[in-house]
């Protein structure tokens, strides 16, 4: 069964910092274009960031760039969210997902295959 699973969600305070990492289970993602998006309450989902196979191209959303950091180690078929400076605009639910059919870095969420169950991240003012 293919799975991914975020861990490492919390609640922070503004400015805190907090890593979250994506376990990949079921298959080999290391070809794989992988991305975080996440999902604010009332709000739709959006992308947040995005890595391609070997991990030497990433995007960021304006709203995290310089913030975020995104990485992946596929050797542990993981991928990760570096966030600092947190502010309370960051808090939502943070998923990561995995492209099977594409190993470049792109924000489509409707192109990406799997995704995780989600993670919450509550930034406090």
């Known amino acids: 069964q293919v799975q991914l699973t975020e861990s490492g969600g919390g609640l922070v305070q503004t400015g805190d910092s907090l890593r979250l990492s994506c376990a990949a289970s079921g298959r080999t993602f290391s070809n794989d274009a992988m991305a975080w998006f996440r999902q604010a309450p009332g709000k739709e989902r959006e992308f947040v960031a995005t890595?391609?196979?070997?991990?030497?191209?990433?995007y960021y959303a304006d709203s995290v760039k310089g913030r975020f950091t995104i990485s992946r180690d596929n050797a542990k078929n993981t991928v990760y969210l570096q966030m600092s400076s947190l502010k309370p605009e960051d808090t939502a639910v943070y998923y990561c997902?995995?492209?099977?059919?594409?190993?470049?870095?792109?924000?489509?969420?409707?192109?990406?295959?799997?995704w995780g169950q989600g993670t919450q991240v509550t930034v406090s003012s």
């Open positions: 890595i391609n196979w070997s991990g030497h191209s990433t």
């Open positions: 997902a995995a492209d099977a059919h594409r190993s470049e870095a792109h924000l489509y969420a409707r192109d990406y295959d799997y």
